[in-house]
């Protein structure tokens, strides 16, 4: 069996971290839903940055915007990538239908910009999940502190949100929280909790790389290579899982809540003395997603 499809098994999805227009139209990431297993797809400006100068896909839909004359350099990122959500979206349709609304989401993210600037996130996100009108989209709002208030709100008003930049254990508790408080506030308004989607992005990598550098040079230390971050994420994981058994969570969730996932981000090694699958292989757990390169 392909070892994407087994993750199944332990209650594990699999994203893909890329998207490119291309990906869509040749058919690929429809092969990859239908025979890989993908359960969905997540994007961040960096990730389109590198597919619109990266190849020719754009190039004609630039053209014709950039000579416009009167769109900011924002506005055209805009109209060059809502269509390619758009259009993933609708290919990861049948995932989110047959999962319930569990699955089959595509990420956009609100602008680094407004991270510290919770009105103006608020703003952006509901433009932006109107703008894409697709059951099946996610968008992605930084963990700061303006940005976990903005979140709160955006769930109790049925939004689908991918929290995202999240390193540390008490940041993951804010953000649990933060979902759990505007669940509450959703229902309690008669909203459908069933239908409403979030992941919280815990990044791994980056830590491994920051603490391997600090260890390089003791023996003793260096055996501690590429298991700072597995640590860190595992803590978390087990923290997840009391946070969503609680009286107060089980009330939500007798209502249709769906909790949210851990999803495991920045999943891509390093340094080249550490296996390219290593976080993959050591982080498979129910109810968690892992976003692969």
């Known amino acids: 069996m392909n070892p994407l499809q087994e993750l199944a098994k332990y209650g594990q999805a699999p994203w893909l971290d890329f998207i ?61 990538a809502v269509p390619d959500i758009q259009d993933a979206a609708d290919v990861l349709r049948p995932v989110y239908d047959s999962s319930n609304a569990h699955d089959g989401y595509i990420s956009l993210e609100c602008s680094p910009y407004n991270a510290r600037n919770t009105q103006a996130t608020l703003d952006e996100a509901r433009r932006l999940f109107k703008w894409v009108n697709r059951p099946n989209v996610m968008i992605k709002v930084p963990a700061t502190g303006e940005g976990i208030v903005a979140i709160e709100q955006l769930i109790s008003e049925g939004i689908n949100i991918n929290v995202t930049l999240l390193f540390a254990l008490d940041a993951y508790e804010r953000v649990a929280n933060a979902y759990i408080k505007g669940i509450g506030k959703l229902t309690a308004n008669g909203g459908d909790p069933s239908k409403v989607a979030s992941v919280a992005s815990f990044f791994i990598s980056r830590i491994d790389a920051l603490i391997d550098k600090k260890l390089a040079g003791n023996p003793a230390a260096e055996a501690l290579f590429g298991k700072v971050a597995i640590a860190n994420a595992r803590i978390t994981y087990a923290r997840f899982k009391q946070i969503f058994s609680t009286p107060q969570w089980q009330a939500l969730a007798d209502k249709g809540a769906q909790r949210q996932r851990l999803l495991w981000a920045s999943t891509g090694t390093k340094s080249p003395k550490l296996s390219d699958v290593l976080y993959v292989e050591e982080l498979i757990g129910a109810e968690t997603v892992h976003t692969l390169p």
């Open 20 to 80: 490119r227009r291309s990906l869509i139209s040749s058919g690929e990431l429809k092969r990859h839903v239908e025979q890989d297993g993908l359960r969905g797809v997540t994007s961040n400006p960096a990730i389109f940055e590198k597919a619109m100068t990266g190849s020719p896909d754009y190039k004609a839909r630039l053209d014709e915007l950039q000579s416009r004359g009167n769109l900011t350099v924002a506005a055209i990122y805009e109209e060059l």
